[in-house]
């Protein structure tokens, strides 16, 4: 900030902000496969976000908390399908669904 000639202490002047703590630690990560479980077929991230708003008894109207919880969810879904829990699903030209692996669906499903 010595460009603009600052003088202040900038720290000071802008303190951080506290993170705002939507879901505990592990939660979504654990509510994921029992929505895949319990679908009918492949998921989209926004409709497997909106399952979880649900079930949680919050409000799926509202869009910063639902883009909120949706990035949230892509990025446990990624770290699940880097581990092998969930595949990618393309059906027809929807966009990428998600669903359980066969051994994290505990069946032997032959997709």
Known sequence: MGVVSYAGD???ALPRQKRQVLFCKGEITSAIPRQLRTADG???CREIATA???MNGMDGRDRR???EVSDRVSKALRAQR???LV???????CPIR??????????????
């Open 10 to 12: 900038l720290h000071a």
């Open 42 to 44: 492949p998921m989209r």
């Open 52 to 54: 979880i708003v649900a």
């Open 65 to 67: 908390y639902m883009k």
């Open 82 to 84: 880097e581990k092998g």
């Open 87 to 93: 595949t990618i699903r393309n059906v027809g030209l």
């Open 98 to 111: 998600y669903s359980l692996d066969s051994v994290g669906r505990g069946t032997s499903e032959g997709q």
